[in-house]
């Protein structure tokens, strides 16, 4: 049972660098979330998913790109990473929208930009 | 602007006593209300959730109570074991929403 797994789990980068972190879910979930967590900021949405094929903005969507090609596949983008988006970032699915959809998450990746 | 709110970043209880964590919210339309528990090096995992429609869920030694006119609920753990020792984060949706809004996250101690 892998659930919903995360890659790369650590990554450093320095400022200006690109990178995606990519998330898969073996459950058949139709909605997909991107989420950052920061010290006394919780968890942050980032951008989320829908369905394949589409993507919407969170709470924090700048300097982030999202793509949904393939249901079980969410990739989040940092064109040109910058030191604020050092955070340890977590994927999540759901069979369904909120209320109902229990989230599952991955166990995230520590990225750090230099 | 914190929609969902865990004023207390931490607490710390004994072995076998009672553990209440706080969580209050500002937007009246939030009719759903869930709380993760996170361990270190993990993603948080799903622990109970509660419907504006009720004022209390129980689920063994987990009870979560909600307030509505007062945008408040809270979590309470009888007894706390050490093995509840995580962060523990409020989260709510409300009707026409994709979206779940975290708060800030209570860390738990529970010492022998």
């Known amino acids: 049972n892998a659930g919903v797994t995360q890659t790369p789990k650590f990554r450093v980068l320095k400022t200006g660098q690109s990178m995606t972190l990519l998330c898969a879910q073996d459950?058949?979930?139709?909605?997909m979330y991107w989420y950052r967590q920061d010290p006394g900021m919780g968890l942050r949405l980032i951008h989320y998913?829908?369905?394949?094929?589409?993507?919407a903005k969170g709470e924090v969507p700048d300097g982030y790109n999202v793509s949904r090609l393939k249901k079980q596949n969410f990739l989040l983008g940092l064109e040109s990473a910058a030191p604020s988006q050092t955070s340890v970032y977590f994927c999540?699915?759901?069979?369904?929208?909120?209320?109902?959809?229990?989230?599952?998450f991955g166990e995230g990746s520590r990225l750090t930009v230099l | 602007d914190q929609q969902v709110k865990q004023n207390s970043p931490s607490l710390s209880v004994q072995e076998g006593r009672i553990s209440i964590l706080n969580c209050d919210y500002t937007?009246?339309?939030?009719?759903?209300f869930l709380w993760y528990k996170k361990y270190p090096a993990e993603g948080p995992t799903f622990l109970i959730s509660?419907?504006?429609?009720?004022d209390k869920n129980e689920d063994g030694r987990f009870t979560v109570f909600l307030n509505k006119s007062a945008k408040h609920l809270s979590l309470h753990i009888v007894p706390s074991q050490p093995g509840d020792s995580a962060v523990y984060f409020c989260?709510?949706?409300?009707?026409?929403?994709?979206?779940?809004?975290f708060g800030t996250g209570t860390r738990l101690q529970v010492f022998p």
């Open positions: 999540a699915s759901s069979r369904a929208a909120s209320p109902s959809g229990e989230l599952f």
């Open positions: 459950m058949n979930h139709e909605y």
């Open positions: 998913s829908v369905g394949e094929g589409t993507t």
């Open positions: 937007n009246s339309m939030f009719d759903y």
């Open positions: 509660i419907s504006s429609i009720k």
């Open positions: 989260a709510a949706s409300g009707r026409n929403t994709d979206k779940l809004i």
